[in-house]
């Protein structure tokens, strides 16, 4: 069965700073899709980012970014110049058919 | 356009109660996720919609819970009755479809059982 781990509870970094949470998973299958979510305080769920296992090249959002490791089954996401706003839970997740398998999380607090 | 809704916000039940949720997708999202969160730990799958069909049940934790989606259009999650351990944040999301497709999320609901 498909497991994703995120090996940091809580994370915390000073505005303007750039931050990297981890994500590893384990899975038999070839082509895939990992995602990452964010959850802030009090409001819905939203996408991040997301990568096809198939593509060699990082998925980029304005100031999100992935290092996807495919052998090492590894898929960090990286923040730059951290925003108050960027204050949340990070939720990690791998998508098998339909649904998706989460991570426990990462709470992130950037500091001002 | 909406998002997905989900009602009620926050319910608080006895142990042996009933209680149903509701999920709104996003009109024209053919498939429906619904997911339970349980405090501290992580989101798990319960069930996928397609449509009004269930493509994948696999899990729901035992037969008092039940999912329907009546007409392809809202769902609801009933938990009958309801025990301590199913108190978490029940999350729905919906997607026009699956592989790439990004899953839309409502806020939640949160289930205290008493």
């Known amino acids: 069965a498909q497991t994703v781990t995120q090996s940091q509870p809580e994370m915390s970094v000073q505005e303007a700073e750039t931050v990297t949470l981890s994500c590893t998973y384990d899975?038999?299958?070839?082509?895939?899709?990992l995602f990452w979510y964010k959850q802030p305080p009090s409001r819905q769920m939203i996408l991040v980012i997301r990568?096809?296992?198939?593509?060699?090249q990082n998925a980029t959002e304005n100031r999100f970014s992935v290092n996807f490791q495919k052998a090492a089954k590894s898929f960090s996401l990286k923040i730059s110049d951290s925003q108050l706003g960027d204050t949340a839970m990070y939720f990690c997740?791998?998508?098998?058919?339909?649904?998706?398998?989460f991570g426990q999380g990462t709470e992130l607090s950037v500091k001002p | 356009e909406a998002g997905v809704t989900q009602f009620p916000s926050h319910s608080v039940i006895e142990k042996g109660q009933t209680v149903t949720l509701r999920c709104d997708p996003i009109?024209?999202?053919?498939?429906l996720y619904w997911y339970r969160r349980v405090m501290g730990k992580e989101i798990k799958f319960l069930l996928h919609?397609?449509?009004?069909?269930?493509?994948?049940e696999s899990g729901m934790p035992n037969n008092r819970f039940l999912a329907e989606r009546t007409g392809g259009t809202y769902s609801t999650l009933k938990v009958q009755p309801a025990e301590l351990e199913d108190s978490g944040v029940y999350f729905c999301?919906?997607?026009?479809?699956?592989?790439?497709?990004?899953?839309?999320f409502g806020p939640g609901t949160r289930l205290t059982v008493t």
């Open positions: 919609f397609v449509k009004e069909s269930k493509q994948d």
């Open positions: 990568q096809e296992a198939y593509k060699q």
């Open positions: 999301a919906s997607s026009e479809g699956q592989g790439a497709y990004e899953q839309y």
């Open positions: 997740a791998f998508k098998e058919g339909g649904k998706l398998i």
């Open positions: 899975t038999s299958e070839s082509n895939y899709y």
């Open positions: 009109s024209g999202h053919d498939n």
